[in-house]
């Protein structure tokens, strides 16, 4: 299958698509590779539960009704849904001032931002809005998330040291980080550096092996075997088993506006985070993925998530390596996980009561250094500065002002930086290569295509924000070349044209018609006739003086000199 099929467009709802066709002999490799994934997904999911300041064993049912919903309805075969860091983070920015963390009330506002968001996704979806994914752009994108990893890394050091966290706000937990060193627990510090120590050395010899849940497991065995709590090492305590409760959380509707803001933020990492890792990995094994289709997917992924009791949960990019990692190729993969992680909250769950909460402080440590992108950033400090600034502005708010505030910045500068490029678009001339083909050459250049004609290409679509330098750059060129007497405007880029760029047109026809110079347009797109001729710029310009190629008005130019002799 080929994944440019254009994905965007199609919409084709019906059940598994990212299981069917299922080849039997990948069977087995499917069922391996999900119960290794589940190793590798419950300590990561708790890690982004205590991000988003949940009761851990609702970090585990993100990977229960959620991605089961997405596994039935979703079209991706690679796509991993659950929960993640970045909204994770936009949950707990906007809530820590309105409820106490892991309380009823706190976790009632969580699983009714997951609502809401279930109700955006599928309103985009049905109304295929998948297209606005592509409205972040991947400089703010990177930005962003190194803005993230910077402002959880730092808001997991108190846990690390074993010293009271600081108030809300990143700089304020780095003051308070200063402020209570004095009080470090060595032991909770010892605990910490060993978790971090297993975890990056095991990375290291191999990816493939579960190195979190090891950490897991030796600290839960440490904390029972050496009485850790003695040591005023916090422990978890209980952690409760069982499946969720399924329920409407109960929030006061005066309150839904106050959360809705949190929720759109969420919409639209997950509309972003999860199309941009669709595509990559439909690319990457020649599969097809329905963009739209998803997005009713992650709705329903979403609506379990609010109605069982846990938070908003997103396409993981790191969940989907892990899985193409352990083998997967389907959603047989994630069905298998949901099995797996469904006997541990049945089963297995009374030993994480001995857990030392510092272990989920270190991973979560790491998690977010694992988001801080130096790679990116520094590549686009080499090569795109003005990019790299509005990363590092994105980066830089996340930080210092809120997660919440970076969302929106990151949009805004994303919109600006989308303008930025229709709003000065490459425009150039066109002269003969020679065997009949063009060659384009700056502006600066002047150059005429034929002696007496001179072939103008713009860049971008025409509106009412670049109509000034359209029609600048035309006169300005027309006025320096003195013997022209032909302007043709190569329109083969212009895919759109609003009222105002079509006054602009009328202008500059009348312009050059006072330098004696006539308008010819080529290569005008079938829409943009359409509107040509309804606002009568074809007939001012004249039918006769628009055409199909540069090559014909190059002849028709010819002719008309020869003619005029």
């Not at 590798?40 to 300041?53: K, Q, S």
């Not at 010293?163 to 060193?181: N, V």
């Not at 509309?271 to 009713?296: C, G, P």
């Not at 003969?432 to 002696?451: C, D, F, S, Y």
């Amino acid at each position: 299958m080929n994944p440019a099929k254009n994905p965007r467009r199609s919409f084709h709802l019906s059940l598994f698509q990212g299981i069917l066709p299922l080849n039997v002999k990948q069977i087995p490799l499917e069922i391996a590779a999900g119960i290794t994934f589940a190793a590798f997904a419950i300590p990561e999911v708790m890690g982004y539960t205590r991000i988003a300041g949940m009761p851990l064993v609702t970090g585990v049912y993100t990977i229960l009704l959620p991605m089961l919903a997405f596994a039935i309805f979703g079209s991706s075969r690679h796509l991993v849904v659950g929960a993640d860091s970045a909204t994770a983070a936009i949950i707990a920015s906007g809530l820590v001032t309105m409820a106490l963390p892991e309380s009823p009330q706190y976790i009632a506002y969580a699983s009714m931002i997951a609502l809401l968001a279930a109700i955006l996704l599928l309103l985009a979806g049905i109304l295929q809005l998948g297209f606005l994914a592509d409205f972040l752009s991947h400089t703010v994108l990177i930005g962003f998330l190194t803005g993230v990893g910077i402002h959880i890394s730092i808001s997991q050091l108190s846990g690390i040291f074993g010293i009271p966290q600081g108030t809300y706000g990143t700089p304020m937990k780095i003051t308070s980080l200063f402020h209570y060193l004095a009080l470090i627990n060595l032991p909770t510090l010892l605990v910490s550096l060993s978790v971090i120590g297993i975890i990056v050395l095991s990375g290291r010899i191999s990816n493939k092996f579960p190195s979190a849940l090891l950490a897991i497991i030796g600290a839960i065995a440490a904390s029972w075997v050496l009485d850790l709590s003695s040591y005023s090492v916090t422990i978890l305590g209980t952690f409760p088993g069982g499946l969720p409760h399924l329920s409407f959380p109960h929030v006061p509707l005066s309150d839904v506006p106050k959360i809705l803001n949190l929720s759109v933020a969420c919409f639209i990492v997950i509309l972003a985070q999860s199309a941009a890792t669709s595509r990559a990995y439909a690319m990457k094994f020649s599969d097809t993925f329905y963009e739209n289709v998803d997005l009713i997917g992650l709705s329903l992924a979403n609506a379990a998530a609010g109605m069982s009791g846990t938070f908003v949960v997103n396409g993981s990019p790191t969940k989907t390596e892990m899985v193409k990692s352990a083998g997967g190729r389907t959603q047989l993969t994630q069905l298998t996980t949901v099995f797996t992680v469904l006997m541990v909250l049945l089963f297995f769950t009374r030993p994480f009561a001995y857990l030392p909460t510092a272990v989920l402080s270190s991973m979560v440590f790491l998690i977010g250094l694992r988001l801080i992108d130096i790679e990116g950033m520094t590549a686009l400090h080499k090569q795109r500065p003005v990019e790299f600034a509005v990363a590092l502005i994105t980066a830089m708010t996340v930080v210092v002002i809120g997660v919440e505030q970076g969302i929106v910045i990151a949009v805004v500068l994303s919109i600006i930086a989308h303008l930025r490029h229709s709003y000065r678009p490459l425009n150039l001339l066109l002269v003969p290569k020679g065997g009949g083909t063009m060659r384009t050459i700056p502006l600066e250049k002047g150059q005429q295509a034929v002696e007496g004609l001179l072939i103008y290409r713009f860049g971008s679509n025409l509106y009412f924000a670049n109509e000034n330098r359209f029609t600048e750059e035309i006169i300005e060129l027309a006025k320096k070349n003195i013997s022209l007497k032909w302007f043709c405007i190569s329109a083969t880029n212009i895919g759109d044209i609003d009222f105002t760029a079509v006054e602009a047109l009328k202008k500059v026809y009348t312009q050059l018609q006072k330098l004696g110079i006539t308008l010819v347009l080529s290569e005008v797109v079938p829409p943009v006739m359409n509107e040509l001729d309804k606002d009568g710029i074809t007939g001012m310009i004249g039918k006769d003086h628009i055409f199909e190629s540069v090559q014909d008005v190059i002849e028709a130019y010819k002719n008309s000199i020869d003619s005029s002799r």
